[in-house]
C-alpha cells in the first residue's frame, strides 16, 4: 500500500521561506507532486519530481530523495495568497495515473 | 487556458437517491478521474478511466458507483443509491498522453459539493 505523511499545520509570515516535508512508503514509486488547495477548491498542480533533486518553479520549489522516501516543498518570499492547504501526492506505479494524496498541510501566513 | 468543468456545483440529495454528477474534461486529455474529498480530509482517489473503459477503480468505488463517458466530451460518475457517507466533495480531473503513459499534471475541475440527507 502507500501511506504519505506531512505536517498538519503550518504558520509563517509574509516574505519568509517555509519548508513543508513528505515522507512516503510506497509499494513501488513514480514521482511526487504537489497541489495546492484554497479552502475547499480545486487542487491546482504545482510541481512534481521524479528523479532526485530540486525543481523550481518560481516562488515554489520542491525536492525528492528517493533513497529516503522524503521530498518537500519550499516556498519563498510568502504572500498572503499563500494561503492554503498543500497536499503531496505519489503516483501509482499502475501507470493508471492515480494519484496516492497525504493529508495535506494547511499554511497560514500571517501579515 | 482549458479546464475542467463540473456541474452542478452544489447537489443535495435525499438518502437512497441516484444522483449523476458531470464533468468536461480538458479537450485533448485522454486519461479523467474521479476522486473525493470528505470535509477536513485528504482527497482519495475513486476510479481512473481510459480508453473507454475503467482502468483502475479504489475499494470505495462499489456497485453503487458507475462512470460513464458518453460522447466525446463528457463524463460522468453516478451514484445509484446514495447514502449519508457519500457527502463529499467529487472532483473530476484529466490528463493528457504523453509517450508512455499519462502525464504527471492532473488538471482538476471545481468539484461538486454533494450533500446527502
Known amino acids: 500500500g502507500q501511506s504519505l505523511e506531512q505536517p498538519s499545520e503550518v504558520t509563517a509570515v509574509e516574505g519568509a521561506i517555509v519548508q513543508i516535508n513528505c515522507t512516503y512508503q510506497?509499494?513501488?514509486?513514480?514521482?511526487l507532486s504537489w497541489y495546492q488547495q484554497h479552502d475547499g477548491g480545486a487542487p491546482t498542480f504545482l510541481s512534481y519530481?521524479?528523479?532526485?533533486g530540486l525543481e523550481e518553479t518560481g516562488r515554489f520549489s520542491s525536492f525528492l530523495s528517493r533513497s529516503d522516501s522524503y521530498g518537500y516543498l519550499l516556498l519563498q518570499e510568502l504572500q498572503m495568497k499563500d494561503s492554503a492547504s498543500y497536499f503531496c501526492a505519489v503516483r501509482d506505479p499502475s501507470n493508471t495515473g492515480k494519484l496516492i494524496f497525504g493529508q495535506g498541510t494547511t499554511l497560514q501566513v500571517k501579515p | 487556458e482549458p479546464e475542467v468543468t463540473q456541474t452542478p456545483s452544489h447537489q443535495v440529495t435525499q438518502m437512497g437517491q441516484e444522483v449523476i454528477l458531470r464533468c468536461v474534461p480538458i479537450s485533448n486529455h485522454l486519461y479523467f478521474y474521479w476522486y473525493r474529498q470528505i470535509l477536513g480530509q485528504k482527497v482519495e482517489f475513486l476510479v481512473s478511466?481510459?480508453?473507454?473503459?475503467?482502468?483502475?477503480k479504489s475499494e470505495i468505488f462499489d456497485d453503487q458507483f458507475s462512470v460513464e463517458r458518453p460522447d466525446g466530451s463528457n463524463f460522468t460518475l453516478k451514484i445509484r443509491s446514495t447514502k449519508l457517507e457519500d457527502s463529499a466533495m467529487y472532483f473530476c480531473a484529466s490528463s493528457e498522453y504523453l509517450a508512455g503513459g499519462t502525464s504527471h499534471e492532473q488538471y482538476f475541475g471545481p468539484g461538486t459539493r454533494l450533500t446527502v440527507t
Open positions: 478511466f481510459y480508453n473507454n473503459e475503467i482502468s483502475e
Open positions: 510506497t509499494s513501488g514509486f513514480y514521482g
Open positions: 519530481n521524479g528523479l532526485d
